[in-house]
């Protein structure tokens, strides 16, 4: 089993749809979440911590259930530019604070 | 904002030939690096972890020999890809942590892509 699994995707949207991604991970020790965005053939770059409490960044909301290890992210009103793969992130302090990375889910907006 | 920068960020050489990267926080001070590879249509997976002035500590099923790590400051630390072969072909990507921020966000640099004829 992956240590962080992912929805497979690709997830094709029209403008303005809410899209939801889901995220699991296995290592129950894990502390720190992200959702990380990466774009075609460049760099990851992070779009939100993610907090036990859920936390809103604009059109961005970020859940966190613990117990279910489960990791969720919400997309609204989703825009052309918002086309890109999403990374659920995972950190474990007690594994020198690596970031382990799940296999991505790519959203397409389209006009 | 922390920002990391990656050289080159582009490289296509013959087969046997040894490549250098260069991973540089230029605004802070990075105890630990990370480098990563991306295959095509795959995630990120971690090669190795490279602290400062001490040994690399590489992950499961990448060798050390041919993927050498060198992090002699805390501002730099590089990977050389020794006698590149076409299937180190990749998508190279450091990342690095500020000095006692074990649980924040790693800054990742822009890539090297590496292609090997």
């Known amino acids: 089993r992956k240590e962080v699994e992912q929805d497979p995707g690709p997830f094709n949207v029209p403008e303005g749809a809410t899209v939801a991604f889901n995220c699991t991970y296995s290592?129950?020790?894990?502390?720190?979440f992200f959702w990380y965005r990466q774009d075609c053939r460049k760099e990851p770059k992070l779009l939100m911590s993610?907090?036990?409490s859920g936390n809103e960044d604009g059109r961005f909301t970020a859940q966190l259930n613990r117990a279910s290890q489960y990791i969720s992210l919400l997309i609204r009103d989703s825009k052309l530019s918002d086309s890109a793969t999403y990374l659920c992130?995972?950190?474990?302090?007690?594994?020198?604070?690596?970031?382990?990375f799940g296999q991505g889910t790519e959203l397409s907006v389209k006009p | 904002g922390a920002v990391v920068s990656q050289h080159p960020s582009w490289v296509i050489c013959k087969s046997g030939t040894s490549v250098k990267i260069e991973c540089r926080s230029l605004d802070f001070q990075a105890t630990t690096m990370f480098w990563y590879r991306q295959f095509p249509k795959q995630s990120l997976m971690l090669m190795a972890t490279?602290?400062?002035?001490?040994?690399?500590?590489?992950e499961q099923g990448v060798e050390k020999d041919k993927f050498l790590i060198n992090h002699a400051s805390l501002t730099l630390s590089t990977l050389t890809v020794t006698s590149a072969h076409p299937e180190d072909s990749s998508f190279y990507i450091c990342?690095?942590?500020?000095?006692?921020?074990?649980?924040?966000?790693?800054?990742f640099g822009d890539g090297t892509r590496l292609s090997i004829l």
């Open positions: 993610v907090y036990s």
């Open positions: 990342s690095a942590r500020e000095k006692h921020r074990a649980g924040q966000p790693q800054h």
């Open positions: 290592n129950s020790a894990s502390q720190s």
């Open positions: 490279s602290n400062e002035g001490s040994k690399a500590t590489y």
């Open positions: 992130v995972v950190s474990d302090y007690n594994q020198g604070g690596k970031l382990i």
